[in-house]
């Protein structure tokens, strides 16, 4: 019978628990799970996202998750966008590309 050091379990543990804590990987709102009514949040979707602190990014998803209809998604939206071209105006890299999708298209009015 093969017998494994309590410092092998232990790893195990902790590896196979922070594996089953992770939520979806960068640039994938609830949306992309299968929601299809919430707005999404991430690098293909937010202005500026590598610019972003994670508690940056934290604070963006919790007020895009709080929108309630598509025109306060745009509002949030678009106020971090601002926010993101001044940052980079200030660091001289000029304005922030647009994301690649639009964060607040999958919501339904």
Excluded at 20 to 27: I, M
């Amino acid at each position: 019978m093969r017998t494994f050091s309590p410092a092998a379990m232990l790893t195990a543990v902790v590896f196979s628990t922070a594996c089953a804590q992770q939520g979806p990987g960068p640039g994938m709102g609830p949306g992309a799970m299968g929601a299809g009514h919430q707005p999404m949040f991430g690098s293909d979707y937010t202005a500026g996202w590598s610019m972003m602190s994670p508690e940056e990014r934290d604070e963006h998803r919790r007020r895009m998750m709080g929108a309630r209809t598509p025109e306060e998604c745009r509002k949030i939206r678009d106020e971090n966008a601002q926010r993101m071209n001044e940052r980079a105006r200030a660091q001289g890299m000029g304005t922030m590309p647009m994301p690649m999708r639009d964060a607040c298209s999958g919501m339904q009015p």
